[in-house]
T-cell receptor
Framework: EDKVVQSPLSLVVHEGDTVTLNCSYE??????LLWYKQEKKAPTFLFML????IEKKSGRLSSILDKKELFSILNITATQTGDSAVYLC????????????FGKGTRLSVIA | SAVISQKPSRDICQRGTSLTIQCQVD?????MFWYRQQPGQSLTLIAT???????TYESGFVIDKFPISRPNLTFSTLTVSNMSPEDSSIYLC???WGAGGYTFGSGTRLTVV
């Protein structure tokens, strides 16, 4: 059975801290790993990672994939209160138009 | 990426009633997916909506409770039938775009009282 495990499940940090969110997976027909940020209802797309060792960056956020060890990390530097959200990791499988497999998410709270 | 308009945004419903959620995509998509997110939980797939055929439901979800329509390649509805408080959740539709990305509707927050 396909499985996506995120850790920690929740995290509280102070503004300015750096955080690392983890995602490990066991899926058949892996194609890519996606990170989403969910603040209210709809997840918003952050990154799609397909190749190992290539860091993707967007402002203070960055992410990297290790396809040998089957995990990915999402880093957020100089955190702000606006980073408070649930961060979801999902796997896109290489088998046609199949749905994403989601982890349980990491709830990040950034306090001033 | 495709843009999905979802409505209603939120609703408070009496138990025993039904609610239909609509998703309109601004481009044609082969598949659409419906998810439920119960409070504090991650997204759980309800069903895959195929145009021109019946939806495919995941284990634990049945057509009588969650009937789905997919009349064309840009539109789908999910009905939550005979609601109980346990159906209080966020409901999301999603569609694939490009090379592996998925876009989501804005979500429907349902509260059953």
């Amino acid at each position: 059975e396909d499985k996506v495990v995120q850790s920690p499940l929740s995290l509280v940090v102070h503004e300015g801290d750096t955080v690392t969110l983890n995602c490990s997976y066991e899926v058949t027909n892996f194609r890519s790993l996606l990170w989403y940020k969910q603040e209210k209802k709809a997840p918003t797309f952050l990154f799609m990672l397909t190749s190992s060792g290539i860091e993707k960056k967007s402002g203070r956020l960055s992410s990297i994939l290790d396809k040998k060890e089957l995990f990915s990390i999402l880093n957020i530097t100089a955190t702000q209160t606006g980073d408070s959200a649930v961060y979801l990791c999902a796997i896109f499988r290489n088998s046609g138009n199949t749905p994403l497999v989601f982890g349980k998410g990491t709830r990040l709270s950034v306090i001033a | 990426s495709a843009v999905i308009s979802q409505k209603p945004s939120r609703d408070i419903c009496q138990r025993g009633t039904s609610l239909t959620i609509q998703c309109q995509v601004d481009s044609q998509v082969t598949m659409m997916f419906w998810y439920r997110q119960q409070p504090g939980q991650s997204l759980t797939l309800i069903a895959t909506a195929n145009q021109g055929s019946e939806a495919t439901y995941e284990s634990g979800f049945v057509i009588d409770k969650f009937p789905i329509s997919r009349p064309n390649l840009t539109f789908s509805t999910l009905t939550v039938s005979n609601m109980s408080p346990e159906d209080s959740s966020i409901y999301l539709c999603s569609a694939p775009w490009g090379a592996g990305g998925y876009t989501f509707g804005s979500g429907t927050r349902l509260t059953v009282v």
